[in-house]
């Protein structure tokens, strides 16, 4: 599976990106696929998780309620709308797939075996 990811880009604080993730080869319905980002000087961290069999989300308390993570199946995407940034949202954007990931484990890198190159999105306060 290979993984691309797009959308990113500089926007002001309380402005909206929309981050896109495509798949393409060996197609999975059932797993995981998920957004990590990582801010300069720090750790990538989990920031939402859609499970691809039930649609179910997950996010990261610090985007909860202005993140919203979706699927496209028909188009093997994954979208990440962003709203209301904030300066703090600035950091490299990746997406990831797993097949085999459990639930207790999927806001964590290990879990996922396929990762985008990361997008950049800058939020200027």
């Known amino acids: 599976v290979q993984l691309q990811a797009s959308g990113g880009g500089l926007v002001q604080a309380g402005g909206s990106l929309r981050l896109s993730c495509a798949a393409s080869g060996p197609t999975f319905t059932s797993g995981y696929m998920a957004w990590f980002r990582q801010a300069p000087g720090k750790e990538r961290g989990f920031v939402a998780a859609?499970?691809?069999?039930?649609?179910?989300?997950y996010y990261a308390d610090s985007v909860k309620g202005r993140f919203t993570i979706s699927i496209d199946k028909a188009k093997n995407t994954v979208a990440l709308q962003m709203n209301s940034l904030k300066a703090e949202d600035t950091a490299v954007y990746y997406c990831a797939a797993s097949r085999t990931a459990i639930l207790s484990a999927i806001r964590t890198e290990r879990a996922y075996a396929h990762w985008g190159q990361g997008t950049q999105v800058t939020v200027s306060s």
């Open positions: 859609i499970r691809l069999n039930g649609g179910y989300t």
